[in-house]
């Protein structure tokens, strides 16, 4: 591998681990901030708009990656991630901090799908196998590490670090970044930024509904309007904003699906199983942090193993094997008491890690590889976008259940998981490629 390729590759790194520990860093500053500035009613906005503005911006800027490059888009994305982040260093109010970090939320949108499509330029597929792995683990460990440096640095320096920590950071992958010289042909048509809106509207709002069904009445016509709006808009139109090429590519819509099912039905089971631990079971704060640490293990082992996989199995098998295991275990939570041993739950979340990994590299690989030349920024932005979905899905409804019995949420999660393997399962049988 040449220098300048690991130089590109720690750049986006650097920066990946930036947008994913923002997701996390103030779950335990959050009140220290708010006792600093004020604003205790827009308390939940700090973290809520970050993660709701770089889901819907991350179709956008994947679209923006095949027309102007994913160098530019992800060069752009990054200064301006690095310079709101300053700005929320110097807020005076708890309004301007969410403003800043939602336009954060942007730029973390647009360094996802560029880094996506940067890995595949850069690696081959045994590479990118590894790879590919490694930075699906930084979220894994963001969600671990992201509170706990934030208190680190809360209780050595100010909450203010917690975001000024990120310009040098950020300055570095700009550095890191410039030997890296764009080849990947462009796409010539102009972006339909009407239904570019219109879709952004559309997906706010339902995301926004999963958090507050209090407001669905407010909400719904507005996401139905838009979703309507979105639908003629690109049916009346020879430039759509989603590709023809993506719809007619089974293959994609299934990885898409796929990753979309099962991030909604067991994720978020991942965020409430300190509480079902803590709650029910009586552990501390620090076992259940070890336990979940279960995840981060199992997906690091098949970002090793990924890769090699793909290579012998290409990606059909692969992703329904990773469903298969992870349905399978799930069956011993229908079956969970108060007295189950933890080490049963450590071993779960394992499997979870390994699973979760296994299928995201395969499908991210395979998004990349399966599509169109002029597309593919796009398409392996659609991966993020439908892990986050599911994702934000997920929370709902197991923060939903969880306050009504805390068993319910794992309950729900075999349910759920059952169910989309048999979806998954049935879906694939279409599929006969031999590239697939």
């Avoid at 690095?82 to 647009?110: D, N, Q, V, W």
């Avoid at 067991?266 to 076992?287: A, D, H, N, R, T």
């Avoid at 997906?299 to 295991?325: A, E, H, Q, T």
Wanted: proline share 4%; with cysteine; glycine share 8%.
């Amino acid at each position: 591998m040449k220098s300048s390729t690991k130089y590109v590759l720690w750049g986006l790194l650097i920066t990946n681990l930036m947008v994913a520990m923002d997701t996390t860093i103030l779950n335990t500053t959050g009140p220290v901030v708010t006792k600093d500035i004020g604003g205790d009613k827009y308390y939940a906005w700090i973290f809520s708009i970050y993660t709701l503005l770089s889901t819907i911006s991350i179709p956008i800027f994947g679209k923006l990656t095949d027309r102007f490059g994913r160098k530019v888009v992800f060069l752009w994305c990054t200064a301006f991630f690095t310079m709101f982040s300053f700005l929320c260093g110097i807020a005076h109010s708890m309004p301007e901090l969410i403003i800043y970090r939602a336009l954060k939320g942007l730029a973390a949108g647009g360094v996802l799908p560029a880094t996506g499509i940067l890995l595949g330029d850069l690696l081959t597929v045994k590479q990118r196998g590894k790879f590919q792995g490694h930075f699906s683990l930084i979220w894994g460990i963001s969600a671990l590490l992201g509170p706990l440096v934030g208190a680190m640095i809360v209780e050595l320096l100010n909450w203010r670090w917690i975001f000024f920590i990120n310009i040098p950071l950020g300055v570095i992958t700009l550095l890191l970044m410039i030997p890296y010289k764009d080849e990947a042909k462009r796409v010539q048509s102009p972006i339909n930024w009407a239904s570019a809106f219109y879709f952004a509207i559309a997906a706010f709002t339902v995301l926004i509904l999963t958090m507050n069904w209090e407001w669905a009445v407010f909400l719904l016509p507005i996401a139905i309007l838009m979703a309507v709006m979105f639908y003629r808009t690109e049916r009346n139109t020879n430039t759509p904003f989603l590709p023809i090429g993506i719809l007619k590519n089974y293959p994609l819509l299934f990885f898409n699906f796929n990753t979309f099912l099962f991030f909604f039905a067991l994720f978020g089971l991942e965020s409430f199983i300190p509480y079902f631990l803590q709650k029910v079971q009586g552990s501390s704060v620090l076992m259940s942090g070890l336990i979940l640490a279960g995840i981060s293990l199992g997906w690091m082992l098949s970002s090793y193993l990924s890769g090699k996989i793909v290579i012998k199995y290409k990606y059909k098998k692969p992703i329904l094997l990773g469903n298969l295991i992870i349905t399978l275990s799930t069956i011993p939570f229908f079956f969970y008491t108060e007295h189950t041993p933890l080490l049963c739950t450590f071993l779960i979340l394992m499997v979870h890690g390994f699973c979760y990994g296994l299928i995201q590299t395969t499908a991210s690989i395979g998004s990349y590889e399966l599509s169109n030349e002029c597309e593919k920024g796009f398409a392996s932005s659609l991966q993020s976008f439908a892990r986050n979905i599911g994702t934000t899905f997920s929370l709902g409804y197991m923060g939903a259940l969880v306050v009504k019995n805390p068993f319910y949420i794992l309950y729900a999660a075999g349910i759920f998981a059952i169910l989309a393997c048999l979806i998954s399962a049935a879906l694939s049988i279409k599929m006969r490629s031999k590239s697939f």
